[in-house]
C-alpha cells in the first residue's frame, strides 16, 4: 500500500521560512518523479515544484521561482520543500504527489500523478 506522509507545516510570519517533507512507503521511490503541489481555500489544486527520478530535471511555478527548493534523498524515501521568504499568498494546504511515468518527468499537471498525501497546512501571517 502506497503512504505518502507530509510534514513540516506551520504558521510563520511573512519573510519566513519553513521545510516541507514527504515521506514515501509502498513503493519503489527511486522510481517515482515527485512533485509538490497547494490548494488554497476556494481555489484549484497548483503545481509548485517538481523533481525527477534521479533529480536531474527540476521545475518550479514561476510564483515560487528563487524563494523555494525542491530536493529529494532516494536513500530516505523522502521529498522537501525548502520555502524561504514566505509571501500570505503561499498559504495553502501543500501536498505531495508521485508520478510514475517513465518519461517526461515530473509533471507540472494533477492528472500526471498516481498517488497524493493528505496534505501539511501552511498560513503565513502579514
Known amino acids: 500500500q502506497v503512504q505518502l506522509v507530509e510534514s513540516g507545516g506551520g504558521l510563520v510570519q511573512a519573510g519566513g521560512s519553513l521545510r516541507l517533507s514527504c515521506a514515501a512507503s509502498?513503493?519503489?521511490?527511486?522510481?517515482?518523479?515527485m512533485g509538490w503541489f497547494r490548494q488554497a481555500p476556494g481555489k484549484e489544486r497548483a503545481f509548485v515544484a517538481g523533481?525527477?527520478?534521479?533529480?536531474?530535471?527540476?521545475h518550479y511555478a514561476d510564483s515560487v521561482k528563487g524563494r523555494f527548493t525542491i530536493s529529494r534523498d532516494n536513500a530516505k524515501n523522502t521529498v522537501y520543500l525548502q520555502m524561504n521568504s514566505l509571501k500570505p499568498e503561499d498559504t495553502a494546504v501543500y501536498y505531495c504527489?508521485?508520478?510514475?511515468?517513465?518519461?517526461?518527468?515530473?509533471?507540472?499537471?494533477?492528472?500526471?500523478?498516481?498517488?497524493w498525501g493528505q496534505g501539511t497546512q501552511v498560513t503565513v501571517s502579514s
Open positions: 504527489g508521485a508520478d510514475q511515468r517513465f518519461f517526461g518527468g515530473p509533471g507540472t499537471k494533477i492528472d500526471e500523478y498516481d498517488y
Open positions: 509502498g513503493l519503489t521511490f527511486s522510481t517515482f518523479a
Open positions: 523533481i525527477s527520478r534521479s533529480s536531474g530535471s527540476i
